[in-house]
Nanobody, 126 residues
């Protein structure tokens, strides 16, 4: 069993940065996929970034087109942490951000991920 707890959200001005953290109890190293999703009000949950656990090989990391070049997902296997560095934030990045883990399709829909955190709110506004 894996439990995930996100932190690091908040209010930031457009162009600013935030770093989200996801602390895992139980080893995420055994899970194939780690990801960050977000959900804006009235919209479906979308995958923002994903990686294949235990590796930072380029082909194992994927980003939504809307965040490429601005967001970076990383993992600290020793600390059982997953991070999402968010730079050049835009108002459309506003939403609840969720950390997720699973063993299915890393590029799949939310249903492909079995474990979820409670989410952390990110608001980008001036």
């Amino acid at each position: 069993e894996v439990q995930l707890v996100e932190s690091g959200g908040g209010l930031v001005q457009p162009g600013g940065s935030l770093r989200l953290s996801c602390a895992a109890s139980g080893s995420t190293n055994t899970k194939k996929c780690l990801a960050w999703f977000r959900q804006a009000p009235g919209k479906e949950r979308e995958r923002v970034a994903s990686l294949e656990s235990g590796t930072m090989r380029f082909r194992a990391v994927a980003y939504a087109d809307s965040v490429k070049g601005r967001f970076a997902i990383s993992q600290d296997t020793a600390k059982n942490m997953v991070y999402l560095q968010m730079n050049s934030l835009k108002p459309e990045d506003t939403g609840i951000y969720y950390c997720a883990a699973g063993d299915s399709d890393c590029l799949g829909a939310p249903s492909a991920y079995r474990y979820w955190g409670q989410g952390t709110q990110v608001t980008v506004s001036s």
